[in-house]
């Protein structure tokens, strides 16, 4: 990933979000989701050698709990970009809301690794 090319997309985005806002204001939204998408894109196809690479070290070393660690991450990662797009229209209790949804998403996936930590606690005292 070219750091500098993110970070000077963004100021583009940003200066020209700044032109919109006094000019247009209704189109101030439209136009700050186009970008975050834009840049969010990029992004998410740089990620695409490092899931690869982490995929392969998982089936190596057998993953079903790698797995939830990476399905939580992605779950983290999503909710955090469909807040701050909330936050960034003005919609901060919707975004609060998408916050918490990704917590309980959380929690659920990691119920299965819970278990395993109790069953092999309970065989450790047993012993």
Request: aromatic share 10%; net charge negative; with cysteine.
């Amino acid at each position: 990933m070219n750091i500098y090319s993110v970070c000077a997309a963004a100021v583009c985005f940003t200066c020209i979000g700044g032109i919109i806002k006094e000019t247009k204001k209704d189109y101030l939204p439209l136009f700050v989701c186009a970008g975050g998408l834009a840049l969010g894109g990029y992004i998410v196809s740089c990620f695409l050698p490092i899931t690869e690479y982490l995929r392969s070290l998982v089936n190596e070393n057998g993953g079903e709990y790698f797995e939830i660690l990476f399905k939580a991450v992605g779950v983290s990662l999503i909710c955090r970009i469909a807040s701050d797009v909330c936050r960034d229209c003005g919609e901060n209790s919707l975004a609060s809301k998408v916050e918490l949804a990704g917590k309980v998403s959380i929690v659920t996936l990691s119920l299965p690794l819970v278990r395993f930590l109790l069953e092999t606690s309970t065989e450790f005292l047993n012993s």
